[in-house]
């Protein structure tokens, strides 16, 4: 593989859509906080909001769990107190997008049982915590069919609002992850945290996937430099989400043209590139996921620092957080390499006679063969 020419990276730069990835992060969203105590609820929005803040953010709703006073973004009274148990009944909800749930009871009360009926009837995420006393009890313990998820915590703390945000994070469809941790800081180091793990994958699956195509006589793939501009890209488009969910502003071009100044001009990116030069094909596959995944990860890692602590991004940081991430790389590859060893029929499709293979099957035998055979890994 080339090494990337700076000029390239910018090239790069000038491909993504910046605004329309600002748009997305920027986007608003309405965060229900319901509580049987509508004083449990607002502390909880606060905690959400930040610890340190005096008033929850203006795009939560807090409410007690019979809905006294839930208001709308029109700001129109709308209750959502059910008549009866139809679930068609439940449709005046307001328009939220996700919803916490606080209770210090194990067992929902007939107000939150209701609220969370009428969330899953309207296909709206829905996180439990619980607090207090039962609050101390092991999150494994206090599980109920039919929940999401739940969370159990004494009282709140720092690190119990660590264990919020990171379910809360989860629990919500990723288009909603960026938004809601730009406006909520607790929620920014679960929600950058996914999106380097996330982008890591996808490069080390990008990767593997050219890897293979340099071992398949025939199929004609012009590599080469192809490969750094892809990774390349992806590592740039999550560096400058890191930025902006971490409260960074300023223009699209202005704000990535930073990132670029701190991660060292492309000097990163070319010593990526530089890590891949030379490896062999076939046995080459597992070490090139490695390092896709394990460069993209301390990338994101040294953004994230700089971002939300205005740490330097100095080599030898960037050299500590990739010697971190190759462990995770070499895993990475090895569940890459052994899901792709895996033959994969679709659903409810007949076996292949082993006298008269499929059509393609040679290709797809030459692939296979291709894929290395990983060792047992040692106990």
Known sequence: MRSLPLRSIWQI??????????????????LLVAADDEADAEEAAR????????????????????????????TDIIPFSPDSEDPSSYKTLPSIDCALLVTTRVELSDDLSSL?????????????VLTGAEGKRPDGE?????????????????????????????????????PLARRLPPLRTAACNLLIQETSQVNAGYSFTTGLGETVPGLGFVLGAGDAIVLTKNQLMMAYKIALVSGKSGSPQKLLGEIVGVLG?????????????????????????????????????????????????????????????????????????????????PSGAPKASKSKPAPASRLLRQVRKSIPRLPPRKS
Do not use: C
């Open 116 to 128: 969370l009926r009428m969330l899953r009837s309207n296909s709206i995420p829905a996180l439990i």
């Open 13 to 30: 730069v000038s491909e993504i859509n910046l605004a329309e990835i600002q748009r997305e992060i920027e986007a608003p969203f309405h």
């Open 265 to 345: 001009g492309g000097f990163l990116f070319r010593q990526l590139a530089r890590e891949m030069v030379g490896l062999i094909p076939v046995w080459g596959i597992v070490p090139k996921v490695a390092v896709s995944y394990a460069g993209t990860w301390a990338i994101g890692r040294a953004v994230l620092l700089w971002a939300t602590e205005g740490r330097k991004i100095t080599p030898e940081l960037m050299k500590g957080h990739y010697r971190e991430a190759l462990g995770q790389g070499r895993q990475a590859a090895q569940r890459i390499v052994n899901n792709a060893r895996k033959p994969r029929l």
């Open 142 to 178: 206090i599980a109920r069919w039919g929940e999401q998820v739940r969370v159990a915590i004494a009282e709140w703390s720092d690190e119990a609002v660590i264990r919020v945000a990171g379910a809360l994070i989860d629990a919500v469809p990723s288009t909603l992850r960026l």
């Open 47 to 74: 905690w959400l909001s930040d610890p340190g803040a005096a008033f929850s953010h203006p795009w939560i709703t807090i409410t007690d769990s019979a809905g006294s006073g839930l208001r709308s973004q029109s």
